[in-house]
């Protein structure tokens, strides 16, 4: 039967979903996927299978009919909600299982499923081994090492378990590639932010402990298309929870039937999503589960935003006949949002007092309880002449802001109230959270508290930069919705900032699955520092045009890492002539499925990205495609299989920006000419489905 719904809901898309509860089987879906559970007799919801609907099966077949005696009271209801103020709404299905013999003892299974999404998102709460994944107890991981001495394999594990909240998962197909996605962080101190390993599963590998946020499996068989099913926990990287989850997140073994796949969630939300098209599936499955999870609107996405601290003024130059300069270079500029960092507030943190024994960089609250009053010596009338002239040229104000993160987030609500003020007075709606530390899960928990919070209270009209350059921090996976990544500091005052660089950490995170248009990308003003570059070096930013410099960023968010009233009116004129071209496509170009193509960006490749988006009515496909130092003038390109437009025809591509060319070469491949080294173009095609006549 039917699981009863408790709160109805008129739309048809969410009408896709159902689930039913009968003889001891879950069973959910929508028009993309269905997936089974199965009770088992000792309080487990046991996974049973999952498939893309007219794909592989994905799990163990044998047994799913049986119905357990159960000793466990199972109590089944269903609910259209969301599972964070920001992502897309879902149904929910929640079934807790009760001890019949002792009261204590419960387990509670959430799944949620979206109209959208080939998978759904699984919540598990379990008294019983809550706080106990991470202890000490249960860290030892004895992996056998190979002593030489030949015997047949047993399908043992050869490790000692964490307690565990989901049964292992069984595989009948044991010739599978596995592939596990690493990300970094703290992006001071790296420059490759995205790398994965790759397993075509053997019965040597006796077992495969990861500590990974994502992982995949996927068939190599080419009948079956490149089938695959993605895991993704929703969870900081593992080194900013090692203390407090299990020590690895997943573990693969080879038994003599099957592949035995174990999961340790840690109390953390885990999506499973199935997917076919091989590689570039698996992108767009992990492109389409953010989408779901940051549903606050796509026109956010693609905002250039300014920010002050680029050029390494720091807060010497705030002042408000200062930003009364920013204003008018960021209306020629094309900025739609000014954010002024450190230094606009009263109190002082280390990066803005000359003796940086008199700043702070936590305890906030605790330091002065004033802190966040506008600093009254910068800016003697507050900020309302600022945001009226603003408003009058249609740019909006931001803020840089630091949570107190003393005590595990002790004064949460007290920083809720100040970014609730500072929208509700000034209508700032930006803000730069930095300085975070997330100590502890209660710390963690509580930053998920006051962002859900300030995003509740403003219906999602305030918007976060989530800084991921420092310290420990939710970034890639730990939370996903309520605003954009702000990737990495970069100056040319260090000599540490290159546009291939920036490129090529777009390039690879979006081929590692990262929503491009979550990553808040810089360019900065390469007229300052030229003498920190080396006098030969081909690639100093100086030696890359300014609107390249530009152009890299645009299939992200945008960020102007300076002070733009310090820029040359020519530069401003060229980056505000590109924005301009750019900005009736931009809502299409992320709205769409966006692939890199080409080589990693390396300063010497042809590189860029395609989106393909069909809504609306028609379908469009954008290509962003860049020669760098590379000797030949032209670059060939195939249109991804997985896109599925063999059976389409391409109009004459429209150029937006750039200077070169693009042309068919044959069906669905193209060419580009682009005969100046540090060169772009962008183009658009819109395609027509072909129909037998």
């Known amino acids: 039967m039917s699981i009863h719904k408790e709160n109805g809901h008129d739309s048809d898309r969410l009408e896709d979903c159902y689930a039913t509860w009968e003889d001891g089987i879950l069973k959910f879906g929508n028009s993309y996927f269905e997936e089974r559970w199965v009770q088992a007799p000792d309080g487990f919801l046991k996974p049973q299978d999952l498939r893309r609907k007219g794909g592989k099966i994905w799990g163990d077949r044998t047994g799913g009919e049986s119905v357990w005696e159960s000793e466990w009271r199972v109590c089944c209801s269903c609910e259209y909600g969301k599972r964070s103020v920001s ?10 299982l009760e001890s019949l013999k002792e009261s204590d003892r419960w387990r509670s299974f959430r799944f949620q499923l979206f109209p959208d999404l080939a998978g759904s998102i699984l919540e598990v709460e379990d008294p019983s081994v809550e706080g106990n994944e991470g202890s000490d107890a249960n860290h030892s991981l004895g992996v056998h090492e190979a002593d030489g001495f030949e ?21 009948e197909d044991r010739h599978l590639c596995l592939r596990e996605f690493q990300y970094v962080d703290q992006t001071d101190y790296h420059s490759e932010f995205a790398y994965q390993r790759e397993w075509l599963m053997h019965p040597s590998e006796k077992v495969l402990p990861m500590r990974s946020n994502v992982v995949s499996l996927e068939s190599v068989n080419p009948d079956e298309h490149g089938e695959g099913v993605l895991w993704v926990l929703l969870a900081p990287l593992g080194h900013v929870r090692k203390s407090w989850s299990a020590p690895f997140d997943f573990l693969l073994a080879f038994g003599e039937e099957h592949l035995t796949f174990r999961i340790w969630t840690s109390g953390y939300s885990l999506a499973r999503v199935a997917y076919q098209g091989g590689r570039n599936g698996a992108l767009l499955a992990m492109q389409r589960l953010q989408k779901t999870l940051r549903s606050f609107g796509v026109s956010a996405e693609g905002t250039v935003l300014s920010n002050t601290w680029g050029d390494r003024g720091g807060a010497r130059h705030l002042s408000a006949s200062f930003l009364e300069e920013e204003i008018e270079a960021a209306k020629e500029m094309g900025v739609e949002v000014l954010q002024i960092d ?10 803005t007092v000359e003796d940086r024994s008199a700043g702070v960089w936590n305890g906030f609250w605790e ?23 603003m408003r009058e040229v249609g740019i909006e104000l931001g803020l840089w802001f630091a949570p107190d993160s003393s005590n595990e987030f002790a004064n949460w609500e007290k920083d809720v109230l100040v970014l609730l003020g500072l929208w509700r007075k000034w209508g700032v709606r930006y803000f730069k959270l930095d300085a975070v530390k997330l100590t502890s899960r209660l710390a963690e928990t509580r930053f998920h508290q006051l962002c859900e919070k300030v995003l509740k209270a403003s219906d999602c009209a305030i918007v976060f930069d989530f800084d991921a350059t ?73 030696r890359w045009p300014a609107d390249y410099q530009v152009a890299i960023t645009l299939a992200a968010s945008p960020l102007a890492w300076m002070e733009m009233s310090r820029v040359p009116e020519e530069r401003r004129r060229i980056w505000g002539d590109l924005f301009k071209a750019w900005q009736p496509h931009r809502r299409a170009f992320h709205r769409g499925s966006v692939l890199p193509i080409g080589d990693p960006p390396n300063g010497f490749s042809w590189t860029g990205f395609l989106s393909l988006d069909q809504q609306e009515g028609k379908t469009v496909l954008y290509g962003i495609i860049f020669r760098e130092l590379h000797p030949d003038d032209h670059f060939s390109f195939s249109v991804p299989r997985v896109y599925e437009l063999e059976e389409s025809m391409f109009e004459e591509s429209e150029l937006i920006a750039g200077a070169g060319t693009v042309g068919p070469i044959e069906k669905n491949r193209f060419v580009v000419n682009l005969p100046r080294k540090r060169s772009f173009v962008v183009v658009r095609w819109e395609i027509s489905v072909l129909t037998d006549s």
Do not use: M
């Open 367 to 389: 330091a002065d309880p004033n802190f966040w009053e506008v600093h009254p010596g910068r800016f003697p009338n507050g900020f309302r002449p600022i945001v009226e002239k």
């Open 151 to 171: 015997t047949e394999s047993d399908g043992g594990l050869g490790v000692t378990l964490p307690n565990e909240t989901l049964p292992a998962w069984q595989l």
């Open 342 to 351: 450190d230094g606009w507030q009263k109190g002082a943190t280390v990066n």
């Open 87 to 96: 992502s897309a709404e879902g149904l929910i299905v929640s079934l807790r």
């Open 470 to 542: 420092a310290e420990r921090r939710p970034t890639y996976w730990g939370r996903v919705g309520g605003g954009q990544l702000f990737l990495e500091n970069r100056y040319t005052d260090f000599g540490n900032y290159y546009p291939h660089q920036t490129l090529r950490a777009l390039w690879t995170l979006t081929l590692h699955g990262i929503l491009p248009s979550r990553i808040r990308l810089e360019f900065l003003n390469t007229t300052r520092n030229p003498d920190c570059y080396s006098e030969g070096d081909p690639l100093s930013p100086e």
